[in-house]
């Protein structure tokens, strides 16, 4: 079983930036992908990023234009999501999720957290 709490998330205004947090309980967290989702209001959940355990394999969301970072640190059991150059568009619930399948769809993550919300707003 595996516990995710997000945080870093808040109101920005636009061409900001945020760091989004995920700490995970747990002694095998290494062993686990993660990736980062996002929901706004009335749209479904989308992925964002998805990193390997290790951190060798990288895959990002088409409009991530450069603009975000997936990274994580297996010591200190925490994913991170790096978020420059925000538009108002960005704006919505973010997720992180653990799973080990390979894929970036929602449904090949089994935990998730409960979300950490992002506005972006002038």
């Known amino acids: 079983q595996v516990q995710l709490v997000e945080s870093g998330g808040g109101l920005v205004q636009p061409g900001g930036s945020l760091r989004l947090s995920c700490a995970a309980s747990?002694?095998?967290?290494?062993?686990?992908?993660m990736g980062w989702f996002r929901q706004a209001p009335g749209k479904e959940r989308e992925f964002v990023a998805r990193i390997s355990g290790s951190g060798g394999v990288i895959h990002y969301a088409g409009f991530r234009e450069g603009r975000f970072t997936i990274s994580r640190d297996n010591a200190k059991n925490t994913a991170y999501l790096q978020m420059n150059n925000l538009k108002p568009e960005d704006t919505a619930l973010y997720y992180c999720?653990?799973?080990?399948?390979?894929?970036?769809?929602?449904?090949?993550?089994?935990?998730w957290g409960q979300g950490t919300q992002v506005t972006v707003s002038s």
């Open positions: 747990g002694r095998t967290f290494s062993i686990y992908a």
């Open positions: 999720a653990a799973g080990r399948q390979q894929g970036t769809s929602i449904y090949e993550f089994d935990y």
